[in-house]
């Protein structure tokens, strides 16, 4: 195993000098005390930033912060605290506290940043080994990426080819003091069990174990890169459009592919957009349950990074999971909507019938209380959406001076009369005719002026309301 020093770090130096900021993940632990200290040897300590993430799981977290917050002041760099709060929730505390730790880090890297990770060669190997054990495909057994976009920066990992001897042996040669966290030593969490009990009957067995797992890593990862291309190619065929929330596809285009395209198809889809990717069961309730659901049904999967929903022969890509509609009441009323937002597939591991649930109309909303809007401004919306207008002439909603603009969300019963169109008809059945999705049926923005409903979001203008040739007017648009 090659030995350790500073210079290890030179082959990052340019990259690291051009970053605009550093932040250093810093546990106080043999590995980051390493990283940390190796950088200040390389770089101006005043241009790294440290973040300790105290988990206060353990009885010495404070002490630990202690250690941390003497050791960056020692070195001349400048350390941010974050306490975070970890409840396993089904997910096991090691995978909870890990989430936690990331969301700190992404919120702490600033635009075009790095972030230090100070993992290495044997965590890699116990990270190929663990994911195998959780059947995880070439994507996971790749292991840890050097490199990956994180929040608004970058993470990387510049020790990754180093093994933990080395720094071991780097950091007592240099006389460093840091942190044994006693869990560690412990075989309760997973990894510390492979560590312990696993790996060393089998290191002793085959000595080179970590070069045999890497170098299967190195082809998983291969082959992960050409599943991503043959994906992007077919996402490029089909065609994705983007919507007014999300993304959709051909359900007809995607069925043509075989099963194993369709769902590499939907991991390329999903990996796109920076969401986090959904597992097994959520690829097959797409493929088995959502794709062959009948044409009026509104089927919805779940996943941990946003929802597969399927209307008008395309499969739709959303962002996260659709917040309730708030009307504006009491704390109460908005759990109500929570409630009746919440689909009987809420658990991503669900593999009962109920995992593909069809989305039923909500009931109208109680209590809401109108917005006051001033069309020169945009008026953001409860629910993340936001309506806006453009001042117009000859078309759009007419600008009725001195007239009250409200914004109302539906109750259930409203008719309209679209301009140009004879005789009024249900609202629930005009924006079916209009195409909208239905799950934004019950969140479009209802535009009424001096109490009369007038316009309905960006989709059409009642009758009676559109400003004539030559009229000032407003052109409206409703998007998140």
């Known amino acids: 195993m090659a030995p350790f020093d500073e210079q290890t770090l030179s082959p990052w130096l340019p990259e690291l000098s051009r970053a605009p900021s550093l932040l250093v993940g810093f546990s106080g632990g043999l590995d980051s005390t390493v990283l940390l200290h190796a950088l200040c040897r390389l770089l101006p300590p005043h241009k790294i930033h440290a973040l300790h993430v105290n988990h206060g799981l353990s009885p010495n977290a404070a002490a630990w912060q202690a250690h941390c917050e003497r050791a960056c002041h020692s070195l001349g760099v400048r350390l941010k605290v974050e306490k975070v709060v970890v409840a396993a929730a089904g997910k096991g505390l090691e995978e909870a506290a890990r989430e936690q730790r990331y969301r700190a880090f ?29 059947g995880s495909g070439p994507r996971g057994l790749a292991g840890m990426p050097v490199r990956r976009p994180l929040g608004r920066g970058e993470l990387l990992r510049p020790l990754l080819a180093t093994g933990r001897e080395a720094l071991g042996a780097w950091a007592s040669a240099e006389g460093l003091d840091w942190i044994d966290d006693e869990s560690n030593a412990g075989t309760a969490f997973d990894r510390n069990f492979l560590r312990h009990q696993v790996l060393p009957p089998l290191v002793a067995r085959w000595p080179d174990l970590d070069r045999r797992i890497l170098r299967s890593a190195g082809d998983c990862g ?21 919507e007014r929330l999300g993304w959709s596809i051909p359900v007809a285009g995607l069925c043509e592919l ?17 969401l986090p990717l959904p597992g097994h069961r959520q690829l097959a309730a797409v493929l088995d349950d959502l794709l ?21 022969g395309r499969l739709f890509l959303l962002p996260g999971h659709l917040p309730p509609v708030v009307d504006n009441a009491d704390e109460e009323g908005c759990a109500r909507s929570l409630l009746r937002d919440r689909p009987p597939t809420a658990s991503a591991a669900d593999t009962s019938p109920h ?4 989305l039923q109309e909500r009931p109208p909303a109680e209590g809401a209380v109108p917005l006051r809007w001033r069309p020169d401004d945009p008026l953001a919306l409860p629910d993340g959406f936001t309506l806006a207008a453009t001042v117009t002439s000859g078309g759009g909603l007419r600008a009725t001076p001195g ?16 301009a140009g169109r004879a005789g009024s008809r249900p609202l629930k059945k005009l924006l079916q005719e209009y195409g909208l999705e239905p799950w934004l049926r019950d969140r479009i923005p209802l535009v009424f002026v001096d109490g009369e409903l007038a316009a ?16 000032p007017g407003f052109t409206l648009s409703w998007e998140q």
């Open 106 to 134: 992404a919120r702490h890297l600033g635009d075009g940043g790095l972030l230090l990770l100070a993992h290495h060669r044997d965590d890699q190997v116990e990270t190929v080994l663990f994911r195998l054990l959780r």
């Open 222 to 242: 291969d082959s992960d890169q050409l599943l991503r291309e043959v994906g992007a190619e077919d996402l490029l065929r089909l065609g994705e459009r983007s």
């Open 258 to 274: 075989s099963p194993r395209r369709r769902a590499n198809l939907l991991r390329t889809w999903v990996a796109r957009h920076g």
């Open 292 to 312: 062959p659901a009948r044409d009026d049904a509104a089927p919805l999967v779940r996943f941990g990074g946003g929802e597969f929903r399927r209307h008008g």
């Open 355 to 358: 995992r593909l649930a069809s």
């Open 403 to 418: 007239g009250e603009f409200e914004v109302r969300f539906r109750r259930g019963g409203e008719r309209c009369k679209p």
């Open 456 to 471: 309905v979001g960006d989709l059409f203008v009642c009758a009676g309301f559109e400003a004539g040739a030559g009229e």
